[in-house]
């Protein structure tokens, strides 16, 4: 069965880092590289796309409001993608999920992936 499974989410001060992790496992993923995204949600909100990557990694996505401090990364021997995120603010404040899709690039659409993680909180405060 295939699945996604997010952490290194947490409390973290304004002007802090986080790296969080998505570890990909299954048949598919292990056979199949997708692209992936990181998306966020606060309540009452659409989810957002903030960094999303190619399936070759050539190609990268980022949202204008985390351009400079967050950036996204894949290790497909662990199958597992990585978003750093520095230079934290209040407003980074959300709940991020992981998300893959079986085509070669990004969308920034969530309903074009097809497999999402259960998601990891991300709290800026202090």
């Known amino acids: 069965q295939e699945k996604l499974v997010e952490s290194g989410g947490g409390l973290v001060q304004p002007g802090g880092s986080l790296r969080l992790s998505c570890a990909a496992s299954g048949r598919t993923f292990n056979t199949y590289p997708m692209a992936m995204g990181w998306f966020r949600q606060t309540p009452g909100k659409e989810r957002e796309l903030v960094a999303a990557?190619?399936?070759?990694?050539?190609?990268?996505y980022y949202a204008d409001s985390v351009k400079g401090r967050f950036a996204i990364t894949r290790d497909n021997a662990k199958n597992t993608v990585y978003l750093q995120m520095n230079s934290l603010k209040p407003e980074d404040t959300a709940v991020y999920y992981c998300a893959a899709r079986y085509r070669t690039g990004w969308d920034t659409r969530a309903s074009e992936y097809d497999y999402w993680g259960q998601g990891t909180q991300v709290t800026v405060s202090s």
């Open positions: 990557m190619s399936r070759s990694a050539g190609n990268t």
